[in-house]
């Protein structure tokens, strides 16, 4: 099946560092998502981008479909950007392949 | 607006109880419907996924079922519960057209003792 790497996967950020996450995937995909899971479960849609870049806020991310990488940037990172950050590819119906995420510690 | 629900929030079960976990979407119709599991934090795994009601697909054998009575209804079942089934439960929804983005509900975490 399609893998999807995610590094760095572990990453410890001062408040007001900007950092970078990349999502790697082995296959031709229809799509890509980013998702935050904050501290109680909840994982929460970033960025829906199969090409291009895309911005919100703080964050950006960027997809080079023919490279086969996504990155999601984080600018001017705050403590409530701390949690785990998931990359996850579209196979097929729509079904989601998910990388094992990018674990983000932000200290003040 | 769609909004996607799933309960219990929190379940702890004894080794070899049944189990039922639902999910619901409401102000869509015949969306596509996943149940994924979490393991130790970290990776999603698809379990189940479905195009429409009593059509069910499994991404990896196990100890575990899914049904869809109904347009918006998604069940979780086991008959007897394993410690292997301890995680954290997620069901998402997407529309069924395409390369649609997924949506996911709060999730269960399940703890088998």
């Known amino acids: 099946g399609i893998q999807v790497e995610q590094s760095p996967p572990d990453l410890i950020l001062q408040e007001g560092a900007n950092s970078t996450l990349r999502c790697n995937f082995s296959d031709s995909v229809n799509n890509l998502q980013w998702f935050h899971q904050n501290p109680w479960g909840q994982l929460i849609n970033l960025f829906y981008?199969?090409?291009g870049t895309k911005q919100n806020g703080r964050l950006s991310a960027t997809t080079v479909a023919t490279e086969r990488y996504s990155l999601l940037y984080i600018s001017s990172s705050q403590t409530t950007d701390s949690g785990v950050y998931f990359c996850a590819v579209n196979y097929g119906n729509n079904r989601l392949a998910f990388g094992k995420g990018n674990q983000v510690v932000v200290i003040p | 607006s769609q909004t996607i629900h799933q309960w219990p929030a929190t379940l702890v079960q004894p080794v070899g109880s049944p189990l039922s976990l639902e999910c619901t979407v409401e102000g869509t119709s015949n969306p596509n419907l996943y149940w994924y599991r979490q393991a130790a934090g970290r990776g999603l795994q698809l379990l189940f996924y479905s195009v429409g009601i009593g059509q069910i697909s499994s991404e990896v054998p196990q100890n575990l079922s899914a049904s869809r009575p109904q347009d918006r209804q998604f069940i979780l079942s086991s008959k007897k519960l394993l410690l292997s089934d301890s995680g954290f439960y997620l069901c998402?929804?997407?529309?069924?057209?395409?390369?649609?983005?997924?949506?996911f509900g709060d999730g269960t975490r399940l703890s088998i003792l």
């Open positions: 998402a929804w997407s529309r069924d057209s395409y390369n649609q983005p997924q949506h």
């Open positions: 981008i199969p090409s």
